[in-house]
């Protein structure tokens, strides 16, 4: 079965990190880009980082730069996102979804790229 898993979310307080893992199950992940995405109560989903297929290409939304960083499992199986100096603006369900239109070597934060594979989400929780 073609899916998607990810695992790592909890609650933490602010200026606390979380290790957020997307394990690939059904395919071969290290054929696409990787995006994560975020979705808050009320709020629309946001894209908020992706590695390309090769792991040579990252990028980031503003308000996560230099605290969020994506990389990939050497296994071409899993793709991960470290997150450190978590605010309480960070809660919200993480997801990660293929990219399925950049073209290799790169990657997007549109995500109309992101049409094919999502997983379910687990939820990131930040206290003041």
């Known amino acids: 079965q073609v899916q998607l898993v990810e695992s790592g979310g909890g609650s933490v307080h602010h200026g606390g990190s979380l290790h957020l893992s997307c394990a690939s199950f059904?395919?071969?992940?290290?054929?696409?880009?990787v995006g994560w995405f975020r979705q808050a109560p009320g709020k629309k989903r946001e894209a908020i980082a992706c590695?390309?297929?090769?792991?040579?290409?990252?990028e980031y939304i503003d308000s996560v730069k230099g605290r969020f960083a994506i990389s990939r499992g050497s296994d071409k199986k899993t793709v991960s996102l470290q997150m450190d100096g978590l605010r309480p603006e960070d809660t919200a369900v993480y997801y990660c979804?293929?990219?399925?239109?950049?073209?290799?070597?790169?990657?997007?934060?549109?995500?109309?790229?992101?049409?094919?594979?999502w997983g379910q989400g687990t939820q990131v929780t930040v206290s003041p």
């Open positions: 979804a293929t990219d399925n239109r950049s073209p290799r070597g790169f990657c997007s934060l549109n995500d109309e790229h992101y049409q094919h594979y």
């Open positions: 059904g395919f071969t992940m290290g054929l696409y880009g």
């Open positions: 590695i390309s297929q090769n792991a040579a290409f990252t």
